[in-house]
């Protein structure tokens, strides 16, 4: 193909988004709602997603020590524990740290526990974080094998029933996303088809006149990722804008530590770029798939 | 050259169109296909640049078989023949520039060389300063030039037209004439399907006669023979 044909190419494309004026706007409003759909849906599926693995990430072994262990016994089991597979960071708490920690959560309670700084009836600690957290429990596991190790906590019953539920929400939400793809696609390359329906006539026309299929076909490219582009500018300018919205105004009210909102920069770019790429696939896809029953003249 | 050897057409309704065309046409002829409404003058023509596929026998266009010409080929063919058709078949929403120039862009002509050529070819049918137009803004006889206009832009080996003067009137009729004979002069082979009793005994060119499908009559400066 020369370069002039490529230009050609281009330029019908461009035309063709004029010519075909309210063909045009129908399919322009159908990726619209759409991807608003879709944006809105994944903004609310990412954030979950995000808080989710907060809450996992919070999730950390403690390995309470014998009290009997000597300080190069200690050592060597904070080494073991380092070389289990799976282990991120290994970080050794003293009895004393753990106390005056006891004491600080419990508030003016803890002045009581004081008392017990002379005679401290806590265990030294070894907290663990795992690379992935869906490890923890196999890791805790092993962990409470060792020699010495008196006890492993790490929320036994609520972690499991956490992980479990997570699993089954991202599961949920991938299967809901790729369903609201497809049925996006499925509407879009409808209303496509329609409006590329009033053209077969001029598609059977332009073949009786010598145009190969392939060049039939690249006005159409262009034109249906110029509607794909032109359909995602709405609800890019949405997400934009309501996440900015949400952020200032939403996120300083709710003050659980887990439940934090994406960063707009760079999520709400992000999440642009993926609208703005499945706007243009989509409309690539309607229209070329809707093209190539018309060419068969 | 045309060549068509015992050519049988039945369209998927099971109406028989042709039935057994033998005809040989040199390059360079100039060639009336006539006959009453309903014979198979346009399947005839349609056979020629494969719109549509004989059901049975040989056709050699160009030194093409038309029978085992692959499907990806048939653009190229239909570059070499240019046909005026029975109903315009024009791009509705291309100006008359567009609608000429498209047949340039196929063959990936230059700009330049496209604005020169439909520029010349809108002069030769009269319809410069029409350019802008849209189809539907056209008369119909002028719509009928500009199909024309498009059929003779990239100077083809062949020229069809399907009733080329069937909605002119009789002075513009005799300017299309004109044309087709200047560029037959030239070695373009013309095939033209007309119901035009005064051309045909007027401009004195090869007759094929058909009737029900079948070539009843084929003289070289022939009458029309029908009286309307
Ligand atoms: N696409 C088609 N499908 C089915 N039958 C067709 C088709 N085109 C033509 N026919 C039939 O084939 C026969 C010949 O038609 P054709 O169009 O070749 O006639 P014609 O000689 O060109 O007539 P006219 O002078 O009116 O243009 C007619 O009986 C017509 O009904
Ligand atoms: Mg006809």
Redesign the pocket.
């Known amino acids: 193909m020369k370069f002039r044909t490529v230009r050609r190419h281009l330029r019908e494309g461009f035309k063709n988004i004029a010519r075909n004026g309210w063909m045009t706007v129908a399919s322009v409003g159908a990726v619209t709602t759409t991807l608003i759909l879709v944006g809105a849906f994944l903004a609310l599926m990412l954030n979950l997603n995000q808080m989710a693995d907060n809450i996992e990430e919070d999730v950390e072994i403690n390995a309470l020590l014998e009290l009997t262990l000597e300080e190069d016994q200690i050592t060597t089991i904070g080494d073991e524990i380092k070389q289990i597979n799976g282990v991120d960071s290994v970080v050794f708490s003293s009895k004393d740290e753990q106390l005056s920690e006891l004491v600080d959560s419990m508030g003016e309670e803890g002045k009581s526990w004081q008392l017990f700084e002379q005679d401290n009836p806590l265990n030294h600690v070894y907290i663990i974080k795992t690379k992935d957290p869906q490890d923890t429990i196999k890791v805790a596991d092993k962990i409470s094998d060792l020699q010495g190790v008196q006890e492993v906590n790490y929320g036994q019953g609520v972690v499991e029933r956490l992980f479990e539920f997570n699993k089954y929400a991202r599961t949920i939400g991938v299967v809901l996303i790729v369903g609201l793809v497809f049925t996006a696609i499925f509407l879009i390359s409808n209303t496509i088809k329609i409006t590329i329906m009033a053209r077969s006539r001029e598609i059977g026309i332009m073949k009786l006149v010598g145009a190969t299929n392939g060049f039939i076909r690249w006005p159409f490219f262009i034109e249906g990722l110029l509607l794909g582009i032109l359909g995602s500018v709405v609800p890019i300018a949405a997400i934009l804008g309501g996440y900015y919205y949400l952020e200032n105004n939403i996120s300083e009210r709710i003050n659980y530590s887990f439940v934090e909102l994406l960063p707009f920069n760079p999520f709400a770019w992000q999440l642009s770029l993926i609208i703005l790429g499945i706007g243009a696939l989509i409309g690539v896809w309607g229209s070329v798939m809707s093209v190539r029953k018309f060419l068969k003249v | 050259m045309i060549l068509m050897k015992d050519v049988h057409k039945t369209?998927?309704?099971g109406?028989t169109?042709l039935n057994g065309i033998n005809v040989e046409i040199e390059q360079g002829e100039f060639v009336y296909i006539v006959?009453?409404?309903?014979?198979?003058?346009?399947?005839?023509i349609r056979l020629m640049y494969r719109e549509a596929k004989a059901t049975n026998g040989t056709i050699m266009i160009n030194d093409l078989d038309m029978s085992s010409l692959k499907e990806k080929k048939v653009p190229f063919l239909r570059r070499d023949i240019g046909v005026v058709f029975?109903d315009f078949k024009l791009l509705p929403k291309l100006s008359v520039y567009e609608n000429i120039a498209f047949a340039l862009e196929v063959i990936e002509e230059s700009p330049r060389n496209i604005r020169k050529l439909v520029m010349d070819v809108l002069e030769l049918v009269g319809l410069k300063n029409k350019a802008r137009f849209i189809p539907d803004e056209l008369s119909g006889g002028e719509q009928q030039r500009v199909s024309i206009a498009r059929a003779i832009v990239n100077k083809p080996k062949i020229v069809i037209a399907?009733?080329p003067t069937g909605n002119l009137d009789p002075e513009t009729s005799w300017e299309i004439m004109k044309i087709l004979e200047e560029i037959n002069s030239s070695g373009t082979t013309i095939i033209m399907?007309t119901?035009s009793k005064e051309i045909v005994n007027t401009i004195k060119k090869r007759v094929i006669a058909?009737e029900d499908g079948l070539i009843v009559r084929d003289e070289h400066r022939g009458e029309y023979g029908y009286e309307i």
């Open positions: 369209y998927p309704n109406v169109a006959g009453p409404s309903g014979a198979g003058k346009s399947t005839f029975q399907d009733e399907a119901h058909i």
